[in-house]
T-cell receptor, first 114, second 114 residues
């Protein structure tokens, strides 16, 4: 069975600091996808990124970057120069199998202090 | 032009009542989902429908019954509500289940059972 572990329950950083959110996954499948979603205090879930298991290239999007390493089954998310608007709960998720059954991690609550 | 909409946004009801939550997506997606997010923010899939056909049915009490009148709508009916049903329920949609596309989430329905 799939499992996604986000060991950091809560993180607090001061604005402009860099922060990395960890995600470790377990799967027996060779083909799978990994996702990150953001849930701001307003409650909606916002898609951030999707990676497939065959593409280990790191990705950068503005202040956000993702490091996918199959050797350690990790898909970590770094926010550079954090801002107060980054305060949210961030979920890592895994999907495999034919029916897109997504398994979410327990989330990491990030608080960026001005 | 909301992509995934849910009604109502808030639902407060007494134990033992029956209630429904409605979900509609205008993205032309084939697959829709219901998730439950508990008070600790843990997100768990409940059901998934592809083109009106049930494809994922997790271990959910049979008091919960999803209904998909067409592929743009997925409603959730809950009978005999219990205190433990209090949670935020999210509807989501994605393109066909085999393509591992990201899921688009509705704004959530906060259900409070008194």
């Amino acid at each position: 069975a799939q499992k996604v572990t986000q060991a950091q329950t809560e993180i607090s950083v001061v604005e402009k600091e860099d922060v990395t959110l960890d995600c470790v996954y377990e799967t027996r499948d060779t083909t799978y996808y990994l996702f990150w979603y953001k849930q701001p205090p307003s409650g909606e879930l916002v898609f951030l990124i999707r990676r497939n298991s065959f593409d280990e290239q790191n990705e950068i999007s503005g202040r956000y970057s993702w490091n996918f390493q199959k050797s350690t089954s990790s898909f970590n998310f770094t926010i550079t120069a954090s801002q107060v608007v980054d305060s949210a709960v961030y979920f890592c998720a895994h999907c495999s199998g034919g029916y897109q059954k997504v398994t979410f991690g327990t989330g990491t609550k990030l608080q960026v202090i001005p | 032009d909301t992509a995934v909409s849910q009604t109502p946004k808030y639902l407060v009801t007494q134990m033992g009542n029956d209630k429904s939550i409605k979900c509609e997506q205008n993205l032309g997606h084939d697959t829709m989902y219901w998730y439950k997010q508990d008070s600790k923010k843990f997100l768990k899939i409940m059901f998934s429908y592809n083109n009106k056909e049930l494809i994922i049915n997790e271990t959910v009490p049979n008091r919960f019954s999803p209904k998909s009148p067409d592929k743009a709508h997925l409603n959730l009916h809950i009978n005999s509500l219990e205190l433990g049903d209090s949670a935020v329920y999210f509807c989501a949609s994605s393109q066909n289940p085999g393509s591992y596309n990201e899921q688009f989430f509705g704004p959530g329905t906060r259900l409070t059972v008194l």
